[in-house]
């Protein structure tokens, strides 16, 4: 088994680095993005049960700081990155502590509600340019010396970015307080009575989620080179929870495959249709893209009804189906 898990930690690793060389960077960076968007949803609901339809506050208001500074003020990119995070994390902190005496739906609605007060603040102040979103970012010089102009050393960069913050999620997961956190989850009444701070720790993992997702909105931003209305609205929020539905809830890099596969639906099915209508003659083909969004609640249909651990739930029961290398050695010596 464990060979099983080694084999396959090698071959993504050995798929996400030669990634760029068969696919554009930049859509490559983006579904980057949205995995560690996911990743830090999934943070505050799959650890805690904190079911929060106001994340795209933080991951789309977060690009819009660090795009003004990296433009305006010319931050290089890790302190833009910096700076858009810092922001997030004071907005969740803030929305936490607000929304944190409510369970279920009540603490998603309060979260919703201030989300939507984070849009329309952004969307009224003319500085960030309203609809037409806040345009002209340059991509500024890793450490104010490595030229992020190449996408193709952007991509690494993002990456390793994503990966430092994927492993720190991880550890924060196994570590002392993540137990903890799960099992407020699991019973807040017996976490209360054993003396721990419920509220306080549900608001730290809130903070440091919102904290994650607003370094993902910052990067996606600036590899863009503007950022948009369209990250801080509330199907952004929506968009988040289905990646993470799709991808799975009880593991911690699940949502990075729901991400996944939720952006190669809204990006590659119209090319996929277009290039089959070609091959087959079949005109229908060629507007699959026009049906994005039945194929996408389709599959979020799929999941729910057969897979409901989403696709790493499905992938994992197909690893345990194959036999381990060693029981295939045993089976060849006993036949």
């Known amino acids: 088994m464990r060979d099983q898990k080694t084999v396959i930690a090698l071959l993504c690793a050995a ?8 696919s554009y960077p930049i859509f490559l960076i983006k579904v980057l993005c949205f995995a560690l968007f996911a990743i830090a949803f999934n943070l505050a609901l ?25 433009r305006d003020w010319s931050f290089s990119f890790e302190a833009a990155i910096a700076a858009g995070a810092a922001y997030a994390a004071v907005l969740g902190l803030a929305f936490g502590a607000l929304a944190v005496r409510r369970k279920g739906i009540y603490f998603a609605m309060i979260t919703l509600a201030l989300a939507q007060l984070a849009y ?17 970012v340059p991509r500024p010089a890793l450490l104010g010396i490595v030229s992020l102009d190449s996408d193709l050393v952007l991509y690494y960069v993002v990456l390793a970015v994503v990966c430092a913050l994927s492993f720190f999620t991880w550890r924060l997961i196994h570590s002392p307080m993540g137990l903890v956190l799960a099992s407020i989850r699991e019973s807040e009444n017996r976490a209360t009575s054993v003396g721990y701070e419920v509220d306080h720790y549900k608001v730290f993992l809130f903070a440091v989620s919102a904290a994650l997702a607003g370094v993902a909105g910052s ?21 988040v929870v289905l990646m993470v539905l799709v991808g799975g809830i009880r593991s911690w890099y699940a949502p990075a495959l729901g991400a996944l596969v939720i952006l190669a639906v809204e990006n590659k099915v119209g090319e996929l249709g277009v290039w089959l209508a070609r091959t087959t003659d079949i ?20 999941c729910v009804q057969l897979f409901r651990d989403g696709v790493s739930g499905l992938l994992k029961s197909l690893r ?13 010596e006993v036949n």
Do not use: N
Not at 219 to 239: C, P, V
């Open 15 to 22: 798929a996400v680095l030669a990634a760029p060389l068969v």
């Open 46 to 70: 799959g650890i805690s049960g904190l079911l929060s339809f106001g994340h795209a506050a933080f991951f789309g208001g977060a690009g819009y700081v660090a795009a003004a500074v990296a």
């Open 120 to 136: 329309f603040a952004i969307f009224q102040t003319r500085y960030f340019g309203g609809e037409d979103g806040f345009q002209g």
């Open 219 to 239: 990067m996606k931003a600036i590899t863009l080179g503007f950022a948009t209305l369209t990250d801080i609205d509330w199907r952004m929020s929506g968009t």
């Open 283 to 302: 005109a229908w083909f060629g507007t699959l893209g026009d049906s994005v969004t039945i194929i996408t609640g389709l599959i979020f249909l799929l």
């Open 320 to 332: 345990l189906a194959l036999p381990a290398p060693g029981m295939r050695l045993i089976d060849k």
